[in-house]
């Protein structure tokens, strides 16, 4: 259904300046006249701006900030990321789509992506969910099979972080800092998370999802995060173009990624100590579900865990958490 309305939206893009007959875009798509009358219907409710009516002809009247796979794939310069795309209105969560797909589909492309415009069931970092509105936000998984064993895997999910730190930084001049592990910040507010999934045999990766969420052009944010989220759009003051940071990113993650293929794990380890003000020298209280850590963070060990001295001077190594204070 949603490859079909894409069809649909195609077919008004490429004729943007002119009415074209409901008759023919039936005829087009091959379907009925009262189908096209109900997709038009659904486009307008995803709210893209649609003049006319069955009869009279149907005109597009403003190109949609929609992550649509026809405006993204000519576009992109990458050779594996979102070379192939799957797009929806609304999905549950594009993480468990892809989850479905590892597990039914037969052969799934390295690279894939899964871009929504909503989820109805997003979902965060430990068990938390993601807020997910309609069209404000980029909400997406790539589905990778990372030649790396299970103790590697975090790195992935640091690399993403610094791939959309630098596409924010270069689109919309923001600072953003990377609070550890994966969290992207705008002075201390939130505006991108990172949920990665693995399936792995004891020495090695099988699938890996990773599941990202931008708050690009959000207005407000429900009264549970309204403190700690914001919205490329508050931070900047402007709209942000969602489908510009989507291509920026794609191109950096698959950078950072082949590196990682010909040289390992160092290029990731130093570009995340760069681009995080959470690599060294920080007053921080994590939670890593069992324990709390305090103390001041001393840079990343060589597979990714942050490096904590505690009072006395002896260094704890944290592979998973929650930095839940920090000064
Ligand atoms: C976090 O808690 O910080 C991680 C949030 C990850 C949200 C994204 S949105 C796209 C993908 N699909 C999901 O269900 N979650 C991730």
Redesign the pocket.
Known sequence: MDRKLDELLYALMQNMTITVSGEKLAKDLGVSHSTVVRWVDKLRRAGIEIRGELFTGYRLIRLPDILLPPLIRPRLHTRLIGRNLYHFYDID????FAARLFAHARKVPEGTVII?ES?T??????G?S?H?ERDA?I???MMLFPKAPPSLAPLFTLATAVAMHNAVERYTGLDVDIKWP??LLIGKR?F????SEIQAEVDLVKTMII???VNANHERFPEEIADRATSLRIASGRIQSRIEILLEFFEEFENIYLDFERKGPTGIIEQWTRSSSFSTGRKIEIHDGVRRIVGVTRGLNPLGALRIEQQGGQIQEVYSGDVVAWK
Do not use: E, H, M, P
Request: hydrophobic share 30%; charged share 15%.
């Open positions: 969560s594009t993480n468990l929504a989820q069931a997003g979902r965060g970092r430990l938390r993601w997910s936000g909400y997406f998984s994966n969290d939130k991108c998370g990172i949920l599941g990202v969420g």
